[in-house]
């Protein structure tokens, strides 16, 4: 086999096993949760944090507060759209 050959498909390779590394190894959600971590100076148990939509928002809920926070799609992850939500009392 040629060296071309084998370069060629150790890229094809990679690139189609990337995003099955990336979800066995959790590194979306490692990445996010360092971005959260940077973003309001915490520790990564001071914090929980859900999807809100399918637009890519999530939900941070920090000790007294909540951001509705959007991470960028390049790496580094980053936090690219911070906004803090009004908390609304429930009678439930």
């Given at each position: 086999?040629?060296?071309?050959?084998?370069?060629?498909?150790?890229?094809?390779?990679?690139?189609?096993?990337?995003p099955k590394v990336n979800t066995l190894f959790a590194l979306e959600y490692r990445s996010q949760v360092k971005a959260i971590?940077?973003?309001?100076?915490?520790?990564k148990n001071e914090f929980t944090y859900y999807v809100e939509d399918n637009d890519g928002y999530?939900?941070?809920?920090?000790?007294?507060?909540?951001?509705?926070v959007k991470f960028s799609l390049n790496k580094?992850?980053?936090?690219?759209?911070?906004?803090?939500?009004?908390?609304?009392?429930s009678d439930y």
């Open positions: 086999m040629s060296t071309l050959f084998i370069f060629a498909f150790g890229i094809f390779f990679g690139v189609a096993v990337q971590c940077q973003k309001f100076n915490c520790e999530y939900i941070v809920s920090l000790k007294d507060h909540e951001h509705r580094p992850c980053q936090i690219v759209y911070c906004q803090e939500v009004e908390r609304v009392a």
